[in-house]
Each structure stands twice: as C-alpha cells, then as structure tokens.
C-alpha cells in the first residue's frame, strides 16, 4: 500500500522561483494537510482540506496556496520563493471519525 | 495561542532502561485527544499512541505507555525496555479543534539511547 506520496523528496529553488509540492492518498481519507517543519520548532500547519473543493488556511499559510480537486491529491503551490520557506514539508491525511494521521515521507526545500 | 510544550530538547537512556519524556498542553475543550509521534533519521512520522482525555485509563502500546493527567493538561510518555531503534525525535501533539483532524504540535524531544 503507498498511503501518503510526496515529490519531490528534495529541491533547491532560487530566490522567486515557483514549484508545486505534490501530495497523493491511496486511502480514500477526505481530510488532508501540510505542515512545515523547521529546526527545532516542531510541525506548523500551513493549509488543511476536509474534502474535494474545500481548503482552509492552517497556522502559517503566507506565501503557500493549495487545491483539492480530487479526493486523492492536495498539492501545495509556492508561488515567489523566500529564504524563509527553506523548511521540510509533510502532507498528511486521516479519514473523518479516525484521528490517526498518516504522514508522507516529506520534502525538503531549500530556497537560496 | 494554544500550544504544546515539551520542556526536554534532548534525552538519553541506556539500553534496556526506562525513560520518560514530558509534554504539557493547553486547551479549552473538555474533549480531545493527545498524540506522541516517533520520527527517526528516515523523517517518516509514525504515531506511537494517542488517548482520548474523555477516556481516564492511560493508553498503552507494548513498551509505551502515557501518564494523562487532565487537571494538570500533562500527557508525558515512557519509553520501558529502551532499545536502539527507539532512538528519534519524539513529538507530542494534540488535537487543533474543529473536528478536522488538525494537529498542534511540540518542538520534540530528541531521544538517543546508548548501547
């Protein structure tokens, strides 16, 4: 089973670039999520979706946009890369009624 | 803001001895449940136990357990018969609210675990 996929696993951008962080589910789940992970500050959430045509803005969501228009995949669009979005990025997903989250194995970006 | 804290950045244990990490919490709901997240040098997140704060009898699963003590929003986890492969980052977390699954999290405790 591949639960929760996400590419690219690494990637430099430079400074204003634009990239699309993909998020796919096998797993049916209609809630989906991205989280940022930086040194020492633990998982922020950026942008959530409770099912296919709906997102919501999380913790930190300046600089990030999403869409979810399928069930299966959330990806995460930067538009004007910032030094400050050099981070890790996790996408995640559960099902309503079950609280376990399921992480995919992340992406590093560096933006330089 | 609501926050989790975890007040350890890092921890060590010998092989074979019992640890326990610490998490405190904060919230105004009655219900909600509580998380500790495992994540290696791989970087996948992997859920180690969750309870639910309705729920007085403290979750275990095989060598983990949770000490939940609502009055005092703490929800520490121990770690018995460490072994190598527990060594990891170790989040805590907690339920964001709004019946979405969303989750606040803690800045990890890091654990090592000596031979």
């Known amino acids: 089973n591949a639960g929760v996929t996400q590419t690219p696993k690494f990637r430099i951008l430079k400074i204003g670039q634009s990239m699309t962080l993909q998020c796919t589910q096998d797993?049916?789940?209609?809630?989906m999520y991205w989280y940022r992970q930086d040194p020492g500050m633990g998982l922020k959430l950026i942008y959530y979706s409770v099912g296919a045509g709906i997102t919501d803005k999380g913790e930190v969501p300046n600089g990030y946009n999403v869409s979810r228009s399928t069930t299966e995949d959330f990806p995460l669009r930067l538009e004007l890369a910032a030094p400050s979005q050099t981070s890790v990025y996790f996408c995640?997903?559960?099902?309503?009624?079950?609280?376990?989250?399921?992480f995919g194995q992340g992406t590093r970006l560096t933006v330089v | 803001a609501q926050t989790v804290t975890q007040s350890q950045p890092e921890m060590s244990v010998q092989e074979a001895e019992t640890v326990t990490l610490s998490c405190t919490y904060d919230t105004s709901e009655s219900d909600y449940y509580l998380f500790w997240y495992k994540q290696p040098p791989s970087r996948q997140m992997i859920l180690v136990i969750r309870q639910e704060a309705y729920k007085q009898q403290n979750a275990t699963e095989n060598r983990f357990s949770v000490n939940f003590q609502k009055a005092a929003k703490s929800f520490s986890l121990k770690i018995s018969d460490s072994q190598l492969g527990d060594a990891a980052m170790y989040f805590c977390a907690r339920e964001g609210g709004g019946a979405t699954n969303k989750l606040i999290f803690g800045t990890g405790t890091l654990l090592a675990v000596q031979p």
């Open positions: 797993m049916n789940h209609n809630y």
């Open positions: 995640a997903s559960s099902k309503q009624g079950n609280t376990e989250a399921f």
